[in-house]
């Protein structure tokens, strides 16, 4: 199954303003939005919870999202009537597992638009899926005195690697500057590349911010002086989906739980030839050709990178959560998402003394923000009584934070599954939280 | 639950939070440590003078915080002034069980109007996640006194 994407910057070229106006003609005619939430909310067991005697309106998911009842499902029968070793036995369980697990790369390919399966690493999460590029591709294709490009507004797991990798090997980090409303600034990431500029590493969506980058034009950039580009597509992958032969990036990392798939699982995609030019990073059973004492060679990509026993099961729950989404259509989330990111950023605005961070152009439903004279840490406990659950902190992005001058957000970020339910909710215990700091 | 929530955030604390006392850095101070709240971002630098005899003759504080973190580094830094370092330390030990809960043995009587003063701050038990904040100020003021240059309370 192959869903039609239609990247939100191409159908908002002008960028918020245009954008709510299409929304409103999308509203209007509402053959276009073809969305029933509470069908896809009866999906998700765990939305029915009641946290503190309260109905939980999850406001978490970019932390990580919770799972269809559809994954728990096909991952509970793959334990108890599919389950064996993959790659290994000679018998039939033991076959069955590895076609579910093969299958499961394949559906990942189908989902990126990947050439062929043998792109699609399965890792831990994205986090391994970063430091696998940065420390494989890192010490072998990366000089001292090359220079790689992040974003100020990176993820920590996309910043650390290439820490090490510097003090591994003497790289040079630059960072592609951003203005005060989060919008990833172009001229000024043209400016930064230079022959010595290697690779460019940057988020596809920041998990702060919900910044969309314009990350298409950063590989034609990046291309245009020889440079590779990583993409982590932790958060942009869940609403905006990615075309990789169309994005032309050398590598995309995401991880599964974010997906609304299991956690354990994450996704290094990359071109083949680069992969099969890398060392292995990691070695043990599975990703050998021949080994004795004297030499070892290795296989090729996949194989090369999935040293030891696979997350097999996770693989199988990730599959079904892609299924899931593009079953609903990865449009038509985006479409809705960006119909509630409007509800919640106009009915957050009204609250008096809320200060939205990001304002970027082009946004993914997640919005962080700050209260007058209230703490991140006091708002997540307090509308925590009420049933709500947001995340408060640095959301592991530190520079970031600095950049604002800030020591901590609350974040409320959306899922397939909120509604406007969940947003009343939340302004209400907002509210509540005023009410106790006067 | 919100009855918690409301005996956590009593006047008091909100009150410390909004105005902490001791919101300073003394130029005379003889040890100072950081104390870091990694997981939310808590920051504080706590700054102690400490004469003759070990004796606190100043504490304060400076940083950024939740009203938890900040009301309780501001607490702290009235209560220690004019105590022993020993005593500082014997105060925490049962401060620190009170934040988490636990059985407090006898309290030796020369404390008894701290403690009763610190009992705001004992809500947080009921929020073992936010336990940390109300001890960060007392972790950071005793690396200080210890001669540590920074604690991370996880
Ligand atoms: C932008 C971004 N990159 C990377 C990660 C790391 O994902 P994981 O913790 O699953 O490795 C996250 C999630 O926290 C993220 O939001």
Redesign the interface.
């Known amino acids: 199954m192959r869903t039609i994407k239609v990247s939100l910057e191409k159908r908002f070229p002008n960028g918020w303003i245009d954008r709510m106006t299409a929304l409103n003609t999308v509203l209007k005619s509402d053959t276009e939005i073809d969305y029933n939430v509470s069908a896809i909310r009866a999906d998700f067991p765990a939305l029915d919870l009641k946290i ?2 309260h109905p939980l309106a999850f406001l978490d998911s970019g932390a990580s999202a919770q799972k269809p009842v559809q994954v728990l499902d096909r991952m509970d029968h793959a334990y108890r009537s599919e389950y064996a070793n993959v790659h290994r036995g000679a018998y039939t369980l033991s076959q069955l597992a590895t076609d579910n697990y093969e299958n499961a790369r394949m559906t990942v390919a189908n989902f990126m638009n990947a050439k062929t399966p043998d792109e699609v690493i399965f890792t831990r999460n994205g986090t391994a899926a970063i430091n696998l590029v940065a420390y494989s591709y890192g010490r072998t294709f990366l000089r001292a005195g090359d220079e790689i490009i992040i974003s100020h507004m990176e993820h920590h797991a996309n910043i650390v690697p290439w820490q090490l990798l510097r003090d591994a090997i003497g790289v040079e980090i630059k960072i592609a500057p951003i203005d005060d409303h989060g919008n990833f600034l172009m001229d000024e990431f043209e400016k930064l590349l230079c022959p010595k500029t290697k690779l460019v590493a940057v988020t596809h969506v920041s998990n702060v911010l919900g910044t969309i980058l314009p990350i298409k034009e950063i590989v034609r950039q990046a291309h245009n002086i020889g440079a590779h580009v990583l993409i982590d597509g932790c958060q942009g992958i869940v609403h905006d989906g990615v075309d990789v032969q169309d994005l032309d990036a050398e590598f995309y990392a995401f991880t599964g739980h974010k997906l609304y798939g299991p956690s354990g699982i994450g996704v290094l995609w990359g071109k083949l030839d680069l992969l099969n030019k890398m060392p292995p990073y990691e070695g043990g059973g599975d990703m050998i050709e021949n080994v004795t004492f004297e030499k070892t060679t290795y296989r090729e990509a996949p194989a090369r990178f999935e040293a030891g026993t696979p997350p097999i099961i996770e693989a199988v729950g990730l599959a079904t959560a892609i299924d899931y989404v593009t079953g609903v259509g990865l449009e038509n989330i985006a479409n809705y998402e960006t119909k509630l990111l409007t509800y919640a950023t106009n009915h957050l605005a009204e609250i008096d003394g809320l200060r939205i961070i990001g304002r970027a152009d082009n946004k993914a439903p997640i919005i962080s923000f700050e209260l007058d ?6 708002i997540g ?2 509308i925590d ?1 009420k049933g709500v659950a947001v995340r ?3 959301h592991c992005a ?1 520079p970031l ?1 600095d950049r604002y001058g800030l ?2 957000t609350a974040r409320a970020s959306l899922g397939m599954y909120n509604n406007t339910d969940d947003i009343d909710q939340l302004v209400d215990a907002l509210n509540y939280v005023k009410d ?3 | 639950m919100e009855d918690d929530i409301r005996e956590l955030y009593q006047e008091v604390i909100l009150d410390h939070g909004k105005n902490p006392r001791n919101f300073r850095h003394p130029e005379d101070a003889t040890c100072e440590a950081n104390g870091n709240n990694p997981l939310c971002g808590d920051k504080l630098t706590v700054f102690v003078k400490v004469g003759v005899d070990q004796n606190i003759e100043d504490a304060a504080f400076e940083g950024r915080g939740c009203a938890i973190s900040v009301a309780s580094a501001s607490m702290m830094t009235d209560i220690v002034t004019g105590k022993k370092v020993a005593e500082v330390d014997a105060l925490f030990e049962i401060f620190h069980k009170m934040c988490k809960g636990e059985e407090v043995d006898e309290t030796p009587e020369k404390f008894e109007d701290d403690l009763d003063k610190l009992v705001v701050l004992s809500g947080v038990k009921q929020f073992p996640m936010r336990v940390k904040c109300a001890t960060l100020a007392w972790h950071t003021i005793n690396a200080a006194v210890h001669g540590e240059k920074a604690v991370s309370s996880e």
């Open positions: 503190n005697g004279g209230v703490h991140a840490h006091d406990t307090i009584s408060a902190g640095h530190q934070m020591v901590a106790i700091f006067g």
